[in-house]
């Protein structure tokens, strides 16, 4: 499966801890095996640029949200990374 991030995912994936990080790439290698599961799709929101994915993740002591899209051609956009 394919995938790109957007400026805004690299800029908040920078900042994580290693950690962390471990914890957000497993979820993101679960989503590109299991991106059609109701894992993956447990809650959609939209806004002004469209809709998207999320995805809520507890890694250590974070709460962290994962925001993806799919792509025309089926690629999984990251789009945004946040840590509560």
Known sequence: ME????????E????LDDET?????EAIHR???EHRSAWARQNRVA??????????LRCSDDD???YWQE??????ILVLLLKK
């Open 3 to 10: 995938f790109a991030v957007t400026p805004e995912f690299v």
């Open 12 to 15: 908040r994936y920078e900042t």
């Open 21 to 25: 990080v471990e914890c957000v790439d």
């Open 31 to 33: 989503l590109l095996a």
């Open 47 to 56: 806004g002004d640029h469209g809709s998207a994915w999320l995805i809520a």
């Open 64 to 66: 962290i949200a994962l």
């Open 71 to 76: 792509g025309p051609d089926e690629e999984i």
